[in-house]
């Protein structure tokens, strides 16, 4: 399998206002002028998206959203569309986080329509997919996540595949500093690869980017990004100061280099 450079990715929740934002967007772009083998992507919040695209406007950072609505327009009050982020500078869209599940409800079928939605305008889904620690106390953990790939993939051809990344965050450790164990980890990833593989054939699942999240910082990042599945990471609190942000960039770079 391929060994891809890693792709991180900076989510920022419900973080920064817009001067923050810029600020931070601005030190990550400096701090990560020599990190050119790592593709870096940022998510701040929808109200400083237009702001944070002209700080990355001439650098290799790339923007992301942190959720869209699946119609184009309409009568729908307080969402945002993808032909809207499109407009805005988003290169990639986050599509059923965990939180946004947990809270807000949000569905397999619902998250399914986003990932279309974000693909006909031509914005990247970056898929997130997880257990609770109850299901895997259960151990349900592989099922509740084939059902979450299977669901969120449902009528995706293998063209569209391609433009997919795939995040396995653990909902257990989101925000809780609890960490899985690198091997804890690969054991899913590599699930997850085969899960793909059986819907789109072997070469596009080892080329498919796997992401892990879940209180990812500086001395967990080059363990984790060491195993062969993983390919990077879709980064929580530890993005939201830009030395830490870097730190685990430098670190999965590290074990890129060393994994060749």
């Known amino acids: 399998m391929a060994n891809k450079p890693p792709f991180i990715a900076g989510n920022w ?18 701090a990560s002028a020599d990190l050119l083998e790592a ?63 947990q809270y807000f409800g949000e569905s397999d079928a619902g998250v399914n329509k986003k990932v279309s939605a974000a693909l006909k305008s031509g914005v990247f889904p970056i ?17 509740i996540l084939s059902r979450q790939i299977q669901g969120g993939l449902e009528g995706i051809a293998a ?38 593989a059986l819907s789109y054939g072997i070469g596009p699942a080892e080329c498919a980017i796997i992401l ?17 599945n993983i390919d990077g990471f879709l980064v929580g609190g530890a993005s939201l100061e830009a030395e830490s942000f870097i730190q685990i960039t430098r670190e999965a770079i590290r074990a890129y280099k060393e994994k060749k």
């Open 127 to 143: 898929l997130c997919i997880g257990e609770s620690l109850a299901e895997r106390d259960r151990d349900e953990t592989m099922d």
């Open 159 to 196: 063209g569209d595949f391609k433009s997919i990344v795939v995040a396995y965050e653990p909902v257990w450790a989101i925000g809780t500093g609890k960490t899985a164990t690198p091997g804890q980890a690969e054991e899913v990833h590599s699930h997850i690869r085969e899960k793909l």
């Open 13 to 30: 929740k419900m973080h920064m206002t817009i001067a923050e934002a810029k600020n931070l967007a601005t030190a990550i772009v400096k």
């Open 212 to 228: 892990y999240g879940g209180s990812v910082k500086p001395a967990n990042s080059f363990a984790l990004q060491s195993e062969k």
């Open 39 to 101: 593709e870096i992507v940022l998510a701040p919040p929808f109200t400083a998206l237009s702001e944070v695209k002209k700080v990355l406007e001439d650098g290799s950072v790339q923007l992301a959203a942190q959720n869209l609505f699946w119609e184009e327009k309409g009568a729908f009050t307080g969402e945002v569309s993808a032909p809207m982020l499109k407009d805005a500078g988003c290169q990639y869209v986050i599509i059923g986080h965990s939180e946004r599940r």
